[in-house]
């Protein structure tokens, strides 16, 4: 059936190191693909989405790019800051209509420290 | 800019009493969502509703009803909590089409005691 499967954390690393996290899926036809970013004690916000095979997406110095080869959407950020610091979930939502088209990878929890 | 607004933001229950969570949104979606969230279990579907006078259940339903209650509300009850229910509830709305953004509301904390 359809899924996602997340890079498991908690992810701890240094101000101005690397990041991805890894996300790939499973899904009948051709699915858009979501990061969502959820700050301490808020609910979750979209941070970027492609909608097509090979499109980039892009928001606050984070990127994905939709493999559709490799069903996959993983999420890089070249210089990580404290700020970063929140669970990020990648999210499916595939093409059927009047249904639940919306899957969400269980959370990847980054942590920044200076 | 409203968004979706959920009430109310911190509840305490004790096992066994009712209460009803609202969600309302003014973005004219169609689809709207409960989810609860518990330590590393990520998000969970209890209902959604993918447009007005419909609801479905989601992954985890049991203990909850819900009401489509017009185009813009969407309310989850609970009528006899336990304590299991203790979590965070997310209402969320979107439009239909597959890249349509999902709003989130900010959360309801709930605890059952």
């Known amino acids: 059936g359809d899924s996602v499967t997340q890079m498991e954390g908690p992810v701890t690393l240094s101000e101005e190191a690397f990041l991805t996290i890894n996300c790939t899926y499973t899904?009948?036809?051709?699915?858009?693909l979501f990061w969502y970013v959820q700050y301490p004690g808020e609910g979750l916000q979209l941070l970027l989405k492609?909608?097509?095979?090979?499109d980039k997406g892009s928001n606050k110095g984070f990127e994905a790019t939709y493999r559709k080869e490799t069903t996959s959407f993983h999420l890089e950020k070249g210089s990580v800051q404290v700020s970063d610091s929140a669970v990020y979930f990648c999210?499916?939502?595939?093409?059927?209509?009047?249904?639940?088209?919306?899957?969400f990878g269980t959370g990847t929890r980054l942590t920044v420290i200076p | 800019n409203a968004g979706v607004t959920q009430t109310p933001k911190f509840q305490v229950l004790k096992t066994g009493q009712s209460m009803t969570l609202q969600c309302a949104q003014d973005?004219?979606?169609?689809?709207m969502y409960w989810y609860r969230q518990d330590p590393g279990m990520g998000l969970r579907l209890i209902y959604y509703?993918?447009?007005?006078?419909?609801?479905d259940k989601g992954e985890v339903p049991n203990g909850y009803n819900v009401s489509r209650l017009n185009k813009r509300e969407f309310s989850l009850r609970l009528e006899s909590a336990a304590p299991s229910q203790t979590s965070v509830y997310f209402c969320?709305?979107?439009?239909?089409?597959?890249?349509?953004?999902?709003?989130f509301g900010e959360g309801s904390w709930l605890t059952v005691v």
């Open positions: 969320a709305s979107s439009g239909q089409g597959t890249g349509n953004t999902i709003y």
């Open positions: 899904a009948t036809g051709y699915p858009s």
């Open positions: 492609a909608t097509k095979a090979d």
């Open positions: 999210a499916p939502r595939l093409e059927q209509t009047g249904a639940n088209n919306l899957f």
């Open positions: 973005m004219n979606h169609n689809s």
């Open positions: 509703s993918a447009s007005e006078g419909t609801t």
